[in-house]
């Protein structure tokens, strides 16, 4: 047995002397306990989803009067100075942005990681 | 192309893919399953029944997998608590298993005296600090996975692989040619 130097040593042997498993099995004996899959197809949550949305929509158009308030704000916003709307929109788009920046870096975990890296 | 854990897992949950599942067994159980069998003093079927527990656990919650961790490091602590609770039910840990032991020898990469000194050093060490050098030493992770894999405090395992380390290094060193 060789003397051991340092950590590092005796971690990479460890390492080293850990076997690697073979298959043997173990994978489909675990899948064969799994519960069986869900048999909804794709389409189905497809229209599923399209209907809703379509409801939806329906029912907002009606209750709006036919979307009259849409019309009265454009005509509205038409009345605005051109350098309000353009502020406007600017606004808008840093609000959107930000979320989308936010929502971002909770979904990505190396992105979030990095404020934890030491330089 | 290789998919990656997440992509793995985002299949599972959208589609209830199988084949994706199957795939992330297949990357993780030779870990899991050593893990296993290292808590388990070397008892091949009972290690391997309870990582098939720790892949149906991770299965059926996989939902709650939020990606803060590793997922290898999230298997390892379903692995630790279904171990934790088959040992409560038993009261009792098993010994070590030479036979089964000398099995495992894979003589291609270390030299198998090395290999069985560790291994066989490695399994005389308590339980807690075995766990944590497996965790740490073996299979690579960081103390703060580790303290979160075993819900303990962090200075406790860095206490344990400390310790569990100068075990080893006095143990091989007692066995050494003089």
């Known amino acids: ?38 048999r909804e197809p794709r389409w189905l949550r497809a229209m599923v ?54 929502f971002a870096i909770r979904k990505t975990p190396e992105v979030r990681d990095l404020g934890r890296l030491r330089f | 192309m290789e998919l990656t854990d997440a992509q793995l897992i985002a299949r599972t949950l959208v589609d209830d893919d199988h084949y994706a599942f199957a795939e992330l067994v297949r990357n993780h159980q030779s870990t899991v399953r050593g893990l296993l069998r290292q808590l388990t003093g070397s008892d091949i079927g009972l290690a391997d029944d309870l990582a098939q527990e720790t892949f149906l656990r991770a299965y059926k919650n996989l939902r ?28 009792e840990l098993v010994g070590i298993d030479e036979e089964q032991l000398e099995r495992e020898h894979d003589p291609q990469t ?12 490695l399994s005389l060490l308590p339980l807690h600090e075995r766990t944590a050098v497996v965790l740490c030493c073996q299979n690579g992770l960081s103390h703060d996975e580790a303290a979160r894999v075993l819900d303990i405090p962090l200075g406790t395992v860095k206490t344990n692989v400390l310790r569990g380390r100068e075990k080893l290094k006095r143990t091989l060193a007692e066995w050494g040619p003089n």
Not at chain 1, 58 to 76: C, K, N, P, T
Not at chain 2, 70 to 88: D, G, M, V
């Open chain 1, 1 to 38: 047995m060789n003397a051991m130097n340092d950590d590092d040593t005796l971690d990479r042997q460890l390492r080293d002397a850990a076997p690697y498993i073979d298959d043997e099995g173990f994978t489909a004996r675990v899948i064969a306990r799994l519960p069986a899959p869900r």
């Open chain 1, 49 to 102: 989803l399209l209907g809703v949305t379509a409801l939806g929509s329906g029912v907002a158009y009606l209750l709006s009067g036919g979307g009259r308030f849409v019309r009265e704000g454009v005509i509205q916003l038409s009345t605005f100075p051109i350098w309000l709307l353009l502020v406007f929109a600017f606004g808008c788009g840093l609000v959107v942005g930000a979320f989308a920046v936010i």
């Open chain 2, 64 to 91: 709650n997998f939020r990606g803060e961790a590793r997922f290898s490091t999230w298997l390892y602590r379903i692995a630790y608590n279904c171990f934790r609770e088959h040992a409560r039910k038993r009261k």
């Open chain 2, 110 to 121: 270390v030299d198998p005296a090395l290999r069985h000194d560790l291994m066989h050093a």
